[in-house]
Structures are given as C-alpha cells and as structure tokens.
C-alpha cells in the first residue's frame, strides 16, 4: 500500500486522536510508521521516548492553580483537572474518547449538583472509553449522575417517567425515526426499579419498583427489564450506523459518505471494542484525504488543552471562564444531546472569546520560555524560519499564504530587525499564531 | 500622499488617539477617519434606521414549556382530574376570563394583558408533531415540519427581505446556543452575549494603539477568506463577521439612558442588552433570545413557577423599559416553545412531552386578546392535545404584518394569518 506517511499525516491523526500534535511526537511517529502510531495510542501508550517512564498525571490534590490547591469538592476545579489530564496525558485517545462520550451519554452538573457523582461518571466513561459499547449502556443506566439527569428515580412501576427511555433511543443507540413513541412508553416500564440514594449516591435496583408485566419493544415482546432493552436496542441495524456517524463527525468530518457511514458501522458491528473501530478508521486512507485534513473545527476544550500542553503555560482556573465564553463547559454540556459541535463553535462570540485567550495566553507566557532556543530558529533574521520554528512547536497544520504573509509583515514590524530581545513582539507572533484561522481547526 | 505602511501605522494611531477612539475599530476606520467623526458627531447617525423599522425579539423557551400551566383552563373539570398535584388552585389563577387565565408567576404579563398590550395565540403546533426537543425545535426554527432543512426561518426572511441592508447588526443573537432560525447560506447573523467582551482584543490587556493597530491588521489579513485555502475558509468567513459586527457594535453611541430596574437573570440581561441595542441605534430589526430549564419531568411545581418568574419578570422590565425610552410601539416580543406537554401529569410530579401549546405575542402596537380556540382537554390524540394554528400562520403574520417582510418567500406559501398586530 503506497499510503504517504509524512509529517502532515502524523500531525493530523495526533490532533484528531488527541490535543496536540507537538514536534516530537510528530517526528517518532514518522519514524514508528502509520500501524504502530495508531497501536499505541489505541493502547495509550506514548510516541516519543517510549523508554522513559510514563509521566504519571499528578493527583487533583497535589496541583495549583493561581497560588491556591485544587479542591476535588469544587466543579470548577474538577473541570480544571479534566483539561490537565487532556493537557498532559500519555493516553490522550483515552482522554479525548471520554469527551466523547461526556457529550453522547450526557449528564450535566447543573441538574445532578453533585461534584462526587459527575467525577465518577467521568472515571467510568474513561475506564470504558475504548471497550465496547454495549457494556457501556448497560452500566450507564445505573451510573447515579445519568439517573439523576434522566430522572431514573422518578421512573416506578405504574409511574412510568419516559426521559431515560426517550433518549436513550432518540440520542444514545438508534437516532430519531427509528423508534415509535410506543417503543418509548414500553422502554420506560422496562427500565423501572433501578433507584440512585441521593445522601450516599450508591444506585440499587428495587424488584418491587420494578413492572416484571409484558412489553413489546421495537417489535419483540417479552418481560424485558433494563438488560432486556439493551439487548433489543443491540440487535437493530440502526445502532452501529448511528454510533458511525457521530464517531465520523467526531474524529473524521461534519459530512461522511454514507458509504463511509457503511464502512465503519460493519466495523462497529464486528469489532469487539471501540478501539478497534477506531484503529481501522485511523489505519484508512480516507482518513488522510485531503478535503479531511484540517476540516474540522476545534473544540473549545481541545484549543485550551492544545495551548496548555505545546506551551509552558501556569494552570489557571481562568481557563474554566474562558471555556464558558468560548461555549463549552466540561460536566455541563448545555443540554442532553450535548454540544452542537461542528462549525457552531464559531459562533461570533465564542470566536472572540478564543482570540481573546489567546491574547491573555500569549501574554502569561514566561519571557524566558518565549526567548529559550526551542522557540528560536537558527535563522534569525528569517521571517520564515520563525514561522516554521513556531507552526512546528504549536503542532498547527499547514498555513496558509495569507496567514504566512501576515505574520511575516507582523515580524517585520517587531521583533526580527530588533537590535535586542523584543518579547512583546514574539508575544504579538505568538498571540496572532494562535488566533489564525487555521489554528482554529483540527 | 503615500506614507509607508510603516508610516501609516504611526501616523494612524496617533490620529485615532486624538479623536478617542481605541479597540477594534481602529483599523475599520483606517480609510475613513471622516465618517467615524461624523457618525460620532450625530451619535451614529447614518446607522439610525427610518423611526418606523418594526423590530421582532423572538423568545426560545427551551425544554418544551407546559403550556397547560401557563394559560390554565381553570374553568375545566377535566383539568383538575388530569392534573392532580400540578393544577393551579382557581383562586391563585390570574384570570383572563371566566375559563382561563395565567400561571400566578405570570403577574407581569398578567397587567399587560389587562392594557391590551398580550396577544394569547391558542393551541399553536403543527401537523404529526414530534416529541423530540431537537427535532421539534428545528422544526420550529426552521419552519418545515416534513423535512430536514438547512436554512432557518429567519435566515430566510433576511435573506428575502433585508437583502439591501448592509447594516452587520441587523439581526441579532443574543447569548445562548447555535440556533438553527438564522441559517442562511449567505447571510450571517451575529450572536452576541455582552457588550464588553464583544471584541477582538482583550480589554484588561493595555496595549499601545500602535500595537493594536498591527494587531488588528494582521487580524484582517489572515481572516480575508477569499485568500484562505479552502478548509479553513469557514473560520475566516466567521471570524471576518465577528470583526465586522464588533466594529459596528462599538460604533453606536452607547447612549442608553434607560432607567427600568432588571431582575437579576441572565435572560432579563439579555432582554436588557437588546434594549440598550435599540435606544443605541443598531438598526436591528430581528433579536433572538433563549431561556431554557422548561423540561419539567419531574418536580414541575416550583421549578416551572421559577422559570415563569424570570420569564415574566424580564418581559415586564423590557417593556416598561422601552415604554420609558419611547420604543414600545416599535417592539413585538413573540414567546415561543418546541412543545407543550402531556395534559395528564406523570407519577413524578411532572409532565412529559407534549404538542400544542400557546404563543404569545407582546407590545405596544399589538391587538391583545385571545386568539385561537383552547384546545380540547378531552378530545386528545394519544394523550395529547390537538393544535389548533399552524405555527406558520404566525410566523407569516409577524413578517408580513410586522415586519413587513417577503412572508411568502420565507415560508413557501401563504398561510392565513391572525389579526393580533
């Protein structure tokens, strides 16, 4: 197979299956070849200097931000962990698949108000995050936070409450249109007798709730009870093509082929773990075509962990204000189908908010980090030098000539003919990098 | 003259630094320092749209608000057996006549009401509804119940009817969500949630003029999308509009001399925002606004009174607002929801996903009353009450009544419209 495999390819499979595409792990992965990069992030296992030791995250209660420890009692510190462990991972595939899956399989701390809950969400959905999809639905319909959001506990025999049952077809397994609204009703008698104690926030299952009566769903009839659903909802044709095309527009572009739809829904079908859906579509050439490099819009958590991870940046809990003007707050997506996504994280305000980080990030920059000889080219009286130096170190894709030109009359301007050190000229450089619309995209 | 680039870049700010301007407009400016002083001279004079553009402030009640609970049948049996724990008692009713009235958080449009300033559009829906939020949102936002569309209703009105205006302002978001209304292959429409943060440059950062003066023309130049490569064409094109509306934004004279005390919500700051838009002459003649927390399964009691409060409190602001700046006559809110829900509540002191509920329509010029029959409470489809007006009938109504707008481009064909402005 002539599949290229130079450093572009390498950076876009690093940006799309994690946060960043920083230059070492894009020249070991040229160097490891297509299979084995994608082995190991499938595995979560590093690129570069794969003898070190795996540098181990530090524990929520070891950090600082702004002077002051993170507090695990405290959502917003929460969220702020979340970005460091995205920021600073070895398994950034695990980590961006736990995204996923936050914004599939939703709760939202704002109705479930309880930190402790939503961190175990997040620790489920991460130890699932690449295994299979059906274990995940059968242990999240007893996850405490996604009962709560879903109002599970109101769900009693002879009281059927239908939230769960709704989305769980509408949004989690099969998409609209291929349900009735009497699949709905029956569903919910079956998920009935599964109850979350709010003061301990261990989830039970009550027989006596439960309605053990007759149900026909999506055209079987049997006493089905919550495993029962989910065996249905695993046979229909529908589940692996709608689970395809959210993966697709997650990892590959806003538009699949229906052809391509096909191609990875055989593999959901077939292959035991999301992993290994997700090593095909990594190892396929389509993956790598052009009019798919660089087409999708950055997630908000994915610019701010991006920049925290390629730039020496102090952990901030301002990154958490920024997110929110930015449209994405982690464990609050903004409804139950999660973030829109897509090119409507370039709402106007949103993409302000973004340039406006960048300003403030390029100006918290350390000076010496900003003038140390990883930021500086050999050449330095090169515009273009400069710009290679940088696009490199910050793992952007390839830029334009109008973004290139830009930059290079920037540093013109400023820093190249300096006769000393011009740190705020490189902060300018560094801030309009990061602002360029080709830094916006993955 | 031919000064530098270099040259025009110090001569330049320093002439902004003279005439106060500063932030993002330095660069928009750059060919016509004139037309910034004149505009800052007649406080935004060129932008002032004719006294009589009529503006429509659409508001989303997102989650699928209980319209049962919102106008209540109060004088209906069936009403108090369907709903046992969640009917409101007939003495806290604020009663609109014998048979109906409004949820007793609704005190303020209650008084309007009474001023014959609330059109009650009844029974508001649409064929075979769908019971799912997002389906049923785009459905509303989109105006097609029977098939997926990519352009909004409104994205087609300005497209249709606003086709000359080349004011960026003249429609508007205001915070919350992507929203499918304003889709549009050609025309683009700014969502803004403050006016403060509503820049390219960061505020709290001091830089010189120089500075962002080189800043903002670097902006420009990678944000030309026509000389971008074609997959970041998007970003440029979204970015390029962002600047543009910024820049018109923080043209406007910023003269609001309202004085109406807001509730302290984010919905009634959103209210507000559009109302210092107005009193500023941003010319916008359609504004966007959402509220969500509507999607009562469980323990409807207190928390549908509590969004009704912020709902009701904000539109009482807004309008006593305007009144005070002499915009009311101006103004048509239209209060909208993807569905109404189950007549009869569940066994969690809730309500599911339900179909037909009222629309409501406040201002000045409007023709308040009721509109429309009350759907029967009896007479259901599966447990559901059966709509009585298209949600297009009003629709066409406010753009080609209101707005005077192209109704019939936006919406394919003629609907019958209703008398309410």
């Given at each position: 197979?002539?599949?290229?495999?130079?450093?572009?390819?390498?950076?876009?499979?690093l940006?799309?299956?994690?946060?960043?595409?920083?230059?070492d792990d894009?020249?070991?992965?040229?160097t490891?070849g297509?299979?084995?990069t994608?082995?190991?992030?499938?595995?979560?296992q590093r690129?570069?200097?794969?003898?070190?030791k795996a540098a181990a995250?530090?524990?929520?209660?070891?950090?600082?931000a702004?002077?002051?420890?993170?507090?695990?009692?405290?959502?917003g510190?929460?969220?702020?962990y979340w970005?460091?462990?995205?920021?600073?991972t070895?398994?950034p595939l695990?980590e961006?698949m736990t995204?996923f899956?936050?914004?599939?399989?939703t709760?939202s701390?704002r109705?479930?108000?309880d930190v402790a809950?939503m961190?175990k969400?997040n620790?489920?959905f991460?130890s699932?995050?690449l295994g299979n999809?059906k274990?995940l639905m059968?242990?999240?319909g007893?996850?405490?936070?996604m009962?709560?959001?879903l109002d599970v506990n109101?769900?009693?025999k002879?009281?059927?409450n239908?939230?769960?049952?709704r989305?769980v077809?509408?949004?989690?397994?099969?998409?609209?249109?291929?349900y009735?609204e009497?699949?709905?009703r029956?569903?919910?008698r079956a998920f009935?007798?599964?109850h979350?104690?709010?003061?301990?926030g261990?989830?039970?299952y009550?027989p006596?709730q439960h309605d053990?009566?007759?149900?026909?769903i999506l055209?079987?009839t049997?006493?089905f009870?919550a495993k029962?659903?989910?065996d249905?909802l695993?046979?229909q044709?529908?589940l692996?093509?709608f689970?395809?095309?959210?993966l697709l527009?997650?990892?590959a572009?806003d538009?699949?082929?229906?052809d391509?739809?096909e191609?990875?829904?055989?593999?959901?079908?077939?292959?035991?773990t999301?992993g290994?859906?997700l090593?095909?579509l990594?190892n396929?050439?389509?993956?790598?075509?052009?009019a798919?490099?660089?087409?999708?819009v950055?997630?908000?958590a994915?610019?701010?962990a991006?920049?925290?991870?390629?730039?020496?940046?102090p952990?901030?809990?301002g990154?958490n204000?920024?997110?929110?003007?930015?449209?994405?707050?982690?464990y609050?997506p903004p409804?139950?189908?999660?973030w829109?996504?897509?090119?409507?994280?370039?709402?106007?305000?949103?993409?302000?908010a973004?340039y406006?980080?960048?300003?403030?990030a390029?100006f918290?920059?350390?000076?010496?980090?900003?003038?140390?000889p990883?930021?500086t080219?050999a050449?330095?009286?090169?515009?273009d030098?400069?710009?290679r130096?940088?696009?490199?170190r910050l793992?952007?894709?390839?830029?334009?000539p109008?973004?290139s030109?830009?930059?290079?009359?920037y540093?013109?301007d400023t820093?190249l003919?300096?006769?000393?050190?011009?740190?705020n000229?490189l902060?300018g450089?560094l801030?309009?990098?990061m602002v360029?619309?080709?830094a916006?995209?993955? | 003259?031919n000064m530098s680039?270099?040259?025009?870049?110090?001569?330049?700010a320093a002439l902004?630094?003279t005439?106060g301007?500063?932030g993002?407009?330095v660069?928009?400016?750059?060919y016509?320092g004139?037309?910034?002083?004149a505009?800052?001279?007649?406080e935004g004079g060129?932008a002032?749209?004719?006294?009589?553009?009529p503006?429509?402030v659409?508001v989303?009640?997102?989650?699928g608000n209980?319209?049962?609970?919102?106008?209540?049948p109060?004088?209906q049996?069936?009403?108090?057996?369907?709903?046992?724990?969640?009917?409101i008692k007939?003495?806290d009713?604020?009663?609109?006549?014998g048979?109906?009235?409004f949820h007793?958080?609704?005190?303020g449009?209650h008084?309007?009401?009474?001023?014959g300033?609330?059109?009650v559009?009844?029974g508001?829906g649409y064929?075979?509804?769908?019971h799912?939020?997002f389906?049923?949102?785009e459905?509303w936002?989109?105006?097609e119940p029977d098939?997926?569309s990519?352009?909004?209703w409104?994205?087609?009105?300005?497209?249709s009817?606003?086709a000359?205006?080349?004011n960026?302002?003249k429609?508007?978001?205001?915070g919350?969500d992507?929203?499918?209304?304003f889709?549009?292959?050609?025309?683009f429409t700014?969502v803004i949630?403050s006016?403060?943060?509503?820049?390219l440059l960061?505020?709290?950062i001091?830089l010189?003029?120089l500075e962002?003066?080189r800043?903002t023309?670097a902006?420009?130049?990678?944000y030309?999308?026509?000389?971008?490569l074609?997959q970041?064409?998007?970003?440029?094109?979204?970015?390029?509009e962002a600047?543009?509306?910024?820049?018109?934004?923080h043209?406007l004279s910023?003269?609001?001399p309202?004085?109406?005390?807001?509730?302290n919500?984010?919905?009634?700051k959103d209210?507000?925002?559009?109302?210092k838009l107005l009193s500023?002459g941003s010319?916008?003649?359609?504004y966007?606004?959402q509220?969500?927390?509507f999607d009562?399964h469980?323990?409807?009691?207190?928390?549908?009174a509590?969004?009704?409060k912020e709902v009701?409190?904000?539109?009482a602001a807004?309008?006593?607002?305007?009144?005070s700046?002499?915009l009311?006559?101006?103004?048509?809110?239209a209060?909208?929801?993807?569905f109404?829900r189950?007549?009869k509540?569940?066994?969690?002191?809730?309500?599911d996903?339900g179909?037909a509920?009222?629309?409501?329509?406040?201002?000045g010029?409007?023709?308040?009353?009721?509109y429309g029959e009350?759907p029967s409470?009896?007479n259901?489809d599966?447990g559901?009450?059966?709509?009585?007006v298209?949600?297009?009938s009003?629709?066409?109504?406010?753009?080609?009544?209101?707005?005077?707008?192209d109704?019939?481009?936006?919406l394919?064909?003629t609907y019958e419209k209703?008398?309410f402005?």
């Amino acid at each position: 197979m002539g599949s290229v495999w130079t450093e572009r390819e390498a950076a876009h499979l690093l940006r799309r299956a994690g946060f960043a595409a920083p230059a070492d792990d894009v020249r070991a992965s040229v160097t490891l070849g297509r299979k084995e990069t994608v082995r190991r992030l499938v595995a979560g296992q590093r690129i570069a200097d794969a003898g070190a030791k795996a540098a181990a995250l530090a524990p929520l209660e070891e950090l600082q931000a702004d002077g002051k420890p993170l507090k695990a009692d405290d959502i917003g510190d929460q969220q702020l962990y979340w970005l460091y462990r995205m920021a600073n991972t070895d398994a950034p595939l695990a980590e961006k698949m736990t995204l996923f899956w936050h914004g599939h399989l939703t709760s939202s701390y704002r109705k479930v108000k309880d930190v402790a809950m939503m961190v175990k969400q997040n620790e489920l959905f991460r130890s699932h995050a690449l295994g299979n999809f059906k274990e995940l639905m059968l242990v999240v319909g007893q996850d405490p936070a996604m009962m709560l959001w879903l109002d599970v506990n109101s769900n009693r025999k002879g009281k059927p409450n239908e939230n769960y049952a709704r989305e769980v077809m509408e949004l989690f397994t099969l998409g609209i249109g291929h349900y009735t609204e009497q699949d709905i009703r029956e569903a919910a008698r079956a998920f009935t007798g599964w109850h979350v104690d709010r003061s301990s926030g261990e989830a039970s299952y009550q027989p006596k709730q439960h309605d053990n009566g007759t149900k026909t769903i999506l055209g079987e009839t049997g006493a089905f009870d919550a495993k029962g659903v989910v065996d249905v909802l695993f046979e229909q044709k529908a589940l692996p093509q709608f689970l395809a095309r959210k993966l697709l527009r997650f990892f590959a572009t806003d538009t699949p082929s229906d052809d391509w739809v096909e191609a990875v829904a055989a593999d959901v079908s077939a292959q035991p773990t999301i992993g290994g859906v997700l090593e095909k579509l990594f190892n396929s050439d389509a993956f790598y075509d052009d009019a798919v490099q660089q087409c999708l819009v950055k997630t908000p958590a994915e610019y701010v962990a991006g920049w925290m991870r390629s730039l020496p940046l102090p952990l901030t809990r301002g990154y958490n204000a920024a997110m929110r003007k930015m449209g994405q707050e982690l464990y609050m997506p903004p409804n139950v189908a999660g973030w829109t996504g897509g090119t409507s994280w370039l709402l106007s305000s949103w993409l302000l908010a973004r340039y406006q980080f960048a300003e403030s990030a390029a100006f918290r920059m350390n000076a010496a980090a900003l003038t140390s000889p990883e930021f500086t080219p050999a050449d330095k009286s090169s515009a273009d030098a400069w710009l290679r130096q940088w696009s490199d170190r910050l793992g952007i894709g390839q830029l334009g000539p109008a973004t290139s030109a830009a930059l290079a009359a920037y540093a013109e301007d400023t820093f190249l003919h300096a006769k000393q050190t011009n740190t705020n000229g490189l902060r300018g450089f560094l801030h309009l990098l990061m602002v360029s619309p080709e830094a916006q995209m993955k | 003259m031919n000064m530098s680039r270099r040259e025009f870049l110090v001569k330049g700010a320093a002439l902004l630094a003279t005439l106060g301007i500063g932030g993002p407009l330095v660069l928009a400016d750059k060919y016509s320092g004139l037309s910034a002083q004149a505009a800052a001279g007649t406080e935004g004079g060129a932008a002032l749209p004719a006294v009589d553009s009529p503006v429509l402030v659409v508001v989303q009640l997102s989650g699928g608000n209980d319209g049962i609970n919102t106008v209540v049948p109060y004088g209906q049996g069936v009403y108090y057996d369907a709903r046992p724990t969640l009917a409101i008692k007939q003495q806290d009713v604020l009663a609109i006549n014998g048979e109906l009235g409004f949820h007793p958080s609704l005190s303020g449009l209650h008084a309007l009401y009474k001023q014959g300033k609330v059109a009650v559009i009844q029974g508001v829906g649409y064929p075979k509804p769908d019971h799912s939020h997002f389906r049923s949102m785009e459905i509303w936002q989109t105006a097609e119940p029977d098939k997926i569309s990519q352009s909004g209703w409104l994205g087609r009105y300005v497209e249709s009817s606003l086709a000359r205006e080349t004011n960026p302002l003249k429609a508007l978001q205001i915070g919350g969500d992507a929203n499918k209304a304003f889709n549009s292959e050609t025309a683009f429409t700014p969502v803004i949630q403050s006016l403060d943060t509503f820049q390219l440059l960061d505020a709290r950062i001091k830089l010189g003029a120089l500075e962002k003066n080189r800043l903002t023309e670097a902006f420009l130049a990678m944000y030309d999308p026509a000389k971008q490569l074609t997959q970041v064409r998007v970003a440029a094109r979204r970015g390029q509009e962002a600047y543009r509306a910024a820049s018109a934004l923080h043209k406007l004279s910023g003269a609001y001399p309202g004085k109406t005390e807001y509730p302290n919500t984010g919905f009634a700051k959103d209210l507000q925002l559009v109302a210092k838009l107005l009193s500023g002459g941003s010319g916008t003649r359609v504004y966007y606004t959402q509220v969500g927390g509507f999607d009562d399964h469980a323990n409807e009691k207190e928390q549908h009174a509590r969004v009704l409060k912020e709902v009701d409190g904000a539109i009482a602001a807004f309008y006593s607002d305007l009144a005070s700046l002499g915009l009311q006559d101006r103004v048509v809110t239209a209060v909208f929801s993807e569905f109404g829900r189950r007549v009869k509540e569940n066994g969690s002191g809730g309500t599911d996903h339900g179909t037909a509920a009222p629309l409501l329509v406040v201002g000045g010029r409007v023709q308040g009353g009721l509109y429309g029959e009350y759907p029967s409470l009896s007479n259901l489809d599966n447990g559901d009450l059966k709509y009585n007006v298209d949600f297009r009938s009003v629709y066409y109504t406010l753009i080609e009544d209101w707005l005077k707008g192209d109704a019939k481009s936006v919406l394919g064909k003629t609907y019958e419209k209703i008398a309410f402005v």
